[in-house]
């Protein structure tokens, strides 16, 4: 039903920044939370960071808050994370995900339906 394809990853020295983007497309709920997920090679899924669709309220991950902030745009169906002072450990592949009964609480991969390809983001030391 949803289809998700991110954007935005590359490679990035450590401390720079890099945004990502996540369109969305074939939604058929109005009201969804969007979360961000990254994976490195040998490790498991994680959750990085959700936003609600409706009031923009947000969650995020320890490792990564204060350092990253996910938005929205509702008219382009398009979720954010801008990623600040990126560290080496911020070395992953990065999905979107989405669902449409979850708050942004919702922070375990097996809560979400919907899931973008991944785009790869690498820093640097």
């Known amino acids: 039903q949803v289809q998700l394809v991110e954007s935005g990853g590359g490679l990035v020295q450590a401390g720079g920044s890099l945004r990502l983007s996540c369109e969305a497309s074939?939604?058929?709920?109005?009201?969804?939370?969007m979360g961000w997920f990254r994976q490195a090679p040998g490790k498991e899924r994680e959750f990085v960071a959700t936003?609600?669709?409706?009031?923009?309220?947000?969650n995020y991950a320890n490792s990564v808050k204060g350092r990253f902030t996910i938005s929205r745009d509702n008219a382009k169906n398009t979720v954010y994370l801008q990623m600040n002072n990126l560290k080496p450990e911020d070395t992953a592949v990065y999905y979107c995900?989405?669902?449409?009964?979850?708050?942004?609480?919702?922070?375990?991969?097996?809560?979400?339906?919907?899931w973008g390809q991944g785009t790869q983001v690498t820093v640097s030391s």
């Open positions: 995900a989405a669902n449409a009964y979850g708050s942004v609480y919702a922070t375990s991969k097996f809560q979400y339906e919907y």
């Open positions: 074939g939604r058929t709920f109005s009201s969804h939370t």
């Open positions: 936003v609600s669709w409706r009031d923009s309220s947000t």
